[in-house]
């Protein structure tokens, strides 16, 4: 019971759903056709290549003259012309393959973001603050008081200015020094540390989902930079927090168009003109979960920085499920009964980005599982579809495909479920924990935060291979896939003197 002897409102969000159950199969077609693209294509390429060598090679010690007189002594009748073409036509895949087959995508190195000490805000001065601007009801103070306690979030979480100040300075010329502060400083640390200059990027992309001011993000960036005036810019907003792998996903399609160049990727979300005063609690939660927050990345096609590059980008999987309307409502900015404009977040949300990932993963799953995984999810998905076999459904085992997950910081509770429906050790998900509990819900740049956590305290070695998931509005689900190039442990900035909270 609340305050005055009124009933107090909690929000059941429904869990995420039981993985075992009923797979569709158009996403597991979906990934094996991704999986079989080129599989012809690479099959041609070495038989080729082989039989060109073995021909040039027969031609050199004379044994394919030899063998055609032998055929002219004999009468045997040899199709000339059905052996040129067959040749011909083995170079013309060869060359077709080099010519079309994908350019490597690398991380060069990245950055993410720390505020400085005087924007961290404990859960006391969160509660201070949000009493202070007497613009929550006694109810809604507690409510957010529940959430706060349940929320995985610890004292170290940064706020901006404008949110802190009392009474808070909500406006257009806050929410751009809070951008600027973020962008500049993770732009200019990632330039400085691959000393790559301003004028050497070639392609920008920024993302940040609810704050998309005029000019753009990314000609602020061009301007601050003085970047040069042939960049190929974008801005991608309103795509929630899976934002940040549809970026990369953006770069990747555009390194493969433009030869010899690079990619500069930022991401980001905007606290000071999202922070909402009313009191409908499907919106107040994102006021107790978001935090200060934001990575910049420098990817490149080039094959001469694979020496230096840190990652190769091996898989970008999206699934849009914002057919259904469900799904597209689930997570909606809009304004409440009273004109306060906030984020409407559905109690369906965790079921809802539960069929999210289990569609990305079993589309997902074909292109990055051992043989013997598929073939056990093959078999027991043959067994219960056409033979009607009861038997439980198989979840492949993720942890042999994977060695390190970067999971979307999006509450504890996301965190969890995950880590018991796709069966996951505790150290697999730490790293997670670490960084919900260090600095909040940061939207799309989050899976940086947990990439950096995991190399500043154990590391990555070579060949290790590192899953990005994330989760946004629209309703999407999208991963990422990388493959260390080296060993990679380093003390990044955003974990330097902190501790390993246990949740």
Known sequence: MGRGGQRTFTPVLHRIPDFRADIALKHVKRGYHLLCRHFLTLLLVPVGATVLLELANMYRTGELLAIWALASQTNVTFNMVTFMACSLLLTFVAVTYVLTRAKPVYLIDYHCYKAPDRLKCSQDLFREGTRACKAFTDQSLEFQEKIMER???????????????????????????????????????????????????????????????????????????KMRSNITSYNLSGMGCSAGVIAIGLAKELLQVYPNSTALVVSTENITQNWYFGNQRSMLIPNCLFRVGGAAMLLSN??????????????????????????????????????????????DLMSIAGHGLKNNITTLGPLVLPISEQLLFFANLVGRKVLKMRI????????????????????????????????????????????????????????????????????????????????GSGFKCNSAVWKALRNVRKQHEAWVETGEPKL
């Open 392 to 471: 439980k459904p198989y979840i492949p085992d993720f942890k042999l495909a994977f060695d390190h997950f970067c999971i979307h910081t999006g509450g504890r509770g996301v965190i969890e479920e995950i880590e018991k429906q796709l069966q996951l050790h505790a150290e697999h998900v730490q790293p997670s924990k670490d960084t919900l509990f260090r600095y909040g819900n940061t939207s799309s740049s989050s899976i940086w935060y947990v990439l950096a956590n995991i190399e500043t305290m154990k590391g990555v070695r070579r060949g290790d291979r590192v899953w990005q998931i994330a989760f």
């Open 151 to 225: 929320s995985g979030l610890g004292d170290e979480t940064y706020l901006p200015d404008a949110v802190q100040c009392r009474p808070p300075q909500i406006n257009m010329a806050n929410a751009r020094a809070e951008a600027e502060m973020v962008l500049f400083e993770s732009l200019a640390n990632v330039l400085k540390n691959t000393g790559t200059r301003p004028s050497q990027v070639d392609i920008l992309i920024v993302n940040c989902s609810l704050f998309n001011p005029t000019p753009s993000l990314s000609a602020m960036i061009v301007n601050h930079f």
């Open 302 to 347: 080039r094959r001469k920085d694979r020496w230096r590059a840190q990652y190769e980008l091996k898989h970008v999987v999206r699934t849009h499920m914002g057919a259904s309307d469900a799904n597209y409502g689930c997570v909606v900015q809009r304004e409440d009964d009273k004109g306060n404009v906030g984020v409407y977040l559905s109690k």
